[in-house]
């Protein structure tokens, strides 16, 4: 049995979704998958390629597979494959490397060069020195990516070894079990007695609950304490908005009022699964005032932002289970206000949001077509995934139902995930309404993969916020520097529908508020990909930044 058969009975039995670009040094590989009933999604460029192996671990919540060839292949990857890293979603990357000493070949680098790079970018590197090998080593790997903090590991294969003839040696991937840190009961005592006579407990609830299965648990453990319930930006979704205890999206000043008020009024903060980052807390807005605790699996992030009163490094879900069964032996504090009072900071919030709805004119604002997207696509199980720009900023308030997804970056921030992680989250699941919001300039970055959906038949809806310019920074530099220089931040004027149409999509322009609705309704029924194109005010601050940098207009 050739080494590329093997391979591709580990990738069916981890993932039937194979994303790549097809090059000659993988082709016996990529035909064996397809002959095999593997779904190959043959992308347009290497990094569209990475976001959407990234986007099929976060919807499917097994490791993305990600087949690309040596040198541009493995490298054009290398961004989405650091955001698996830092932001903890498993992927298995496979490339094969060029062996040097034999006269030139194509995407031949000096020895141990690919490697090295591809290395510090993933949690784990294996390169296959023995074809008998095989098997052993895509096992460890699979382990490695779902141990701890999940995340990318890379395979590399020889070239002239994907020929090899081996032996099949199988192990079954459900026999395989990710290690878990081991948790301190004391600890989790200690913190069970503080929550249990805090006066105002809040949870802030990162991703890291999602990831493990753990929502339950959480909101089992709040409304024993009866505690607030926030999320972070990219753990929207995990609690019910319809929840009476729902604070809201933690993210500083640029998140939900009443989670910033309930945490910064909090005596005891539990987190869990969030790392704290950058944009995660509104430029470092949110403020904790009272004890934090701190729950993560990855050990480096405890303690990196924000300094804890007790760090405990464990899995989130293994972390509530022995939390829930010690709060249900002991007396908790009554806290018959904390509904009341988060009801009144809703009501608080909504005013100020129902100020904002009303107080407009001249070219739509980017929160209108939010608040549109909102109404319209309320099927249910939706799956919203938005790239890096203010537009993305808007959506930060955007509620989130039960059986929805809500996928972006906030810690990594690269542009240009929207577009191709739509692709790949319609094909996956073609029967869900499946919504990209993204800006001109990511548009730009990836969005020909747009020809990718046509392809396919997947029915993405492609929502650009188009205002010719790179809008989130130009808010950045009025804010650092006090003016504005348009070469940085300026774009051209692009017609997208039209582009979209002649890439095989159905295009839509939208230039009036009043064709707001009516036309994403269009969008919606649509038997096609479709894009939005919505031009918006250029000069508009997001809601949340008017909050957080006191800036009304880039003007």
Known sequence: MRIYEILTYWLTNINRYVFTVAAENILGLLRFLIVRGGFVVNSRFEPSAGFMALVSSRLLLRPGLLVLTAGPGIFGALSPIAEAFVEGDP?????????????????????????????NVVKASFRLSNASYVSETFAKAYKAAISGKPGPVYIEVPLEMLD???????????SISADK????????????????????????????VLLSGAGDLAVKVAE????????????????????????????????NMVAYEVIKRADVVLAIGNRFSEIGTGRYSLEIRGRLIHVNIDDYDLGRSYKPYIKIYADAKDFLTKLLETLKGLRIRRRDYVINELRELWEAENRELESHYRDVGGLIKPWEVIRAVREVFSRGKTIFIGDVGAHRIESFLMPIYSGESYITSTSYVSMGLAVPGAVAASIIYPDRDVVALVGDGGFLMTGLELSTAVQYGAKPKIIIFNDSAYRVLSIYEKVKFGSITEPLIKLPQVDFASLAKALGGEGITITRREDLKSLLTDALNSNKAVVVDVHIDPNAVPIPYQRLYNLRSIN
Request: no cysteine.
């Open 181 to 208: 840190p081991i948790i301190n009961n004391e600890v989790v005592r200690e913190v069970a007695g503080l929550l249990a006579d805090a006066e105002f407990p809040v949870l802030l609830l990162g991703r890291g």
């Open 224 to 255: 024993i304490l009866n505690a607030p319930m926030a999320t972070t930006i990219m753990a929207k979704g995990l609690v019910s908005p319809n929840h009476p205890l729902y604070a809201g999206v933690a993210a500083g000043r640029a998140g």
């Open 164 to 174: 090899s003839e081996v032996g099949l040696y199988t192990i079954d991937t459900s």
């Open 91 to 119: 992927l298995i990357v496979i490339a094969p490397s060029v062996v040097s000493g034999r006269g030139t070949h194509m995407h031949q680098l000096r020895d141990d060069t690919q490697f090295n790079a591809v290395s």
